[in-house]
């Protein structure tokens, strides 16, 4: 009886593992399967923000993408450059940034800038902020038709941004004041960077 109890044991600890061995390489297949498909997304993705946010260029800003050093006293990260440039001059950037100080946590931005700080546009990468409120970020900033929560057009260095209810000159998403103050903390991210290195004329 003992041996049979021990074989049948056996039995069971071998199917489970060859069991375990299938699942661990089928999960392992899909996540290979997957892997190349969303990089290419996320690429993609990437490039369509900079065409949408950058002055128009004619140079592969991807391909000259640099890194300066995050502007927060305290981070030791770095935010993505992409020069724009038009017949070999310079005519803006696009600046990938972003704040930890959102609803949800992370935002991520894609914004434009003119070569002296005006910031021409900006795209919404990622965020988990709430739908209905926080979520209405990718279109209240750009609605030119209301110049108080407008964005574009408008320098940081003469313009603050942040929200009104802050004594900045810019209005919140109503009912979503955190939100509002994150994303003006990512586009200040992104002017503040560039100003450190030196990127104005």
Wanted: net charge neutral; glycine share 8%; with cysteine.
């Amino acid at each position: 009886m003992a041996k049979k109890l021990e074989s049948t044991f056996t039995n069971m600890v071998i199917v489970l593992t060859v069991v375990s061995l299938i699942a661990a390489y089928s999960l392992a297949s899909v996540f290979n399967m997957t892997k190349g498909p969303i990089e290419q997304a996320a690429v993609k993705k990437k490039l369509k923000a900079i065409a949408d946010v950058a002055p128009a260029f004619d140079n592969d800003p991807n391909a000259e993408m640099f890194k300066l050093p995050a502007f927060e006293p305290t981070a030791e990260d770095s935010l993505e450059v992409y020069p724009a440039k038009k017949n070999g001059e310079l005519v803006g950037y696009a600046v990938k940034t972003y704040t930890m100080k959102g609803f949800s946590g992370l935002i991520e931005v894609m914004v434009g800038f003119e070569k002296d700080g005006t910031i021409k546009n900006y795209s919404v990468l990622k965020h988990s902020e709430t739908p209905g409120l926080g979520s209405k970020i990718p279109i209240w900033f750009n609605n030119e038709e209301k110049p108080n929560q407008c964005i574009n057009g408008k320098n940081p260095k003469n313009t603050k941004m942040q929200v009104s209810k802050d004594g900045g000159d810019i209005d919140a998403i109503t009912a979503a004041t955190i939100s509002s103050r994150a994303f003006l903390d990512a586009i200040n991210r992104g002017y503040k960077t560039l100003e450190e290195g030196g990127k104005y004329e």
